[in-house]
């Protein structure tokens, strides 16, 4: 397995928005939080981190099912490096152990409009184990405007 | 050139309470503005302002407090002051707060500020004075402040010490 080494770039200033696929793990079992709680357990991991001023950032919870714990996560962009790692230094909710992971980051550059044909593109950046990192982008053909890129995590079958 | 910047960051204690400046110390204060900070910014921030953090300077009649933090700290530092609300010490808390009054990068330009802010508040309080027994009092004890030869040599000057005025 080659040991090369990794850099995510991330442009910030980009866009306003940054999204965020994750998925809540709770290998010890037990209730599963709803909506409103899982909203709580992400602002308690920022204050616990960031104080009341990351407890105050403008995190919306855009979607959650609450059978797989996975919701999409919206963070305006000068807020993603407080978010992600608030995320990943929470260990423990209602005193059982827990983990968030991260499965895509996602963000709009500029808007599309109807009409406009978009050509999509997905690479693989980096391939560990079983888990690939692919970077996703969407381009409008003419203009060459980049309206979608992000980066995805994909589990793949041992072959 | 490679070296830690620190940023100082010149404050005065204000309070209602009288007994308040008996009970200023270094370390109640560095624990209260620790405390506010972790409030405030989280285990992150509390992790980065202390990590070149002390009380320089401290003068209990005054009121007046030097803070020292990193330069890359130093507005999360400036943005939880107003959130010291109160000192405690020997189990007895205090209410008062935080002003900032000055921001520098050596203890130096710190203390030339200082002098300066001073003056000008010796000149106020001269104006305010509404009483003429506090008015000679104050003129008096202005006419009479001089450098003694053993504090001269020490190298650490400032007009201070003007009467209470509560």
């Known amino acids: 397995m080659a040991a090369a080494a990794f850099e995510r770039r991330v442009l910030r200033r980009a866009a306003e928005h940054h999204y965020l696929r994750v998925r809540l793990e709770l290998p010890d079992g037990g209730a599963r939080p709803n909506a409103a709680q899982f909203k709580q357990l992400v602002v308690t991991a920022l204050r616990e981190l960031h104080g009341e001023v990351g407890a105050a950032l403008p995190v919306d919870v855009l979607t959650y099912e609450e059978k797989t714990l996975s919701a999409i996560l919206r963070v305006i962009s000068s807020g993603l490096v407080k978010l992600w790692s608030a995320l990943t230094l929470l260990g423990f909710y209602q005193n059982r152990r827990c983990a968030f992971r991260v499965l895509q980051e996602i963000r709009f550059p500029a808007p599309l409009y109807v009409g406009e044909e978009v050509t999509a593109a997905a690479e693989v950046k980096r391939l560990k184990g079983s888990v690939a990192h692919i970077s996703v982008s969407c381009q409008v053909r003419e203009s060459g405007k980049t309206v979608m890129e992000g980066m995805v995590k994909v589990m793949v079958p041992e072959s | ?166």
Not at chain 2, 129 to 152: D, M, V, W, Y
């Open chain 2, 1 to 166: 050139m490679v070296r830690f910047k620190n940023r100082y960051v010149l404050c005065e204690v204000v309070s209602e309470d009288p007994r308040c400046r008996q009970c200023i110390e270094d370390r109640a204060l560095g624990l209260a503005v620790r405390d506010a900070i972790a409030r405030v910014h989280g285990d992150y921030g509390l992790a980065c302002c202390s990590i070149s953090f002390t009380v320089k300077y401290l003068n209990a009649y005054t009121g007046t407090v030097l803070l020292r933090c990193r330069k890359d700290s130093y507005r999360l530092l400036c943005s939880a002051l107003p959130f010291v609300r109160y000192l405690e010490s020997r189990a007895q808390r205090y209410p008062c707060f935080l002003n900032t009054l000055h921001v520098g990068g050596t203890i130096r330009t710190c203390q030339k500020f200082l002098i300066q802010y001073n003056r000008t508040q010796l000149l106020r309080l001269l104006q305010n004075c509404t009483n003429e027994e506090e008015r000679q009092c104050i003129q008096k004890s202005l006419l009479s402040c001089s450098l003694t030869e053993e504090q001269s040599q020490s190298g650490d000057e400032e007009e201070d010490d003007d009467t209470e005025t509560d």
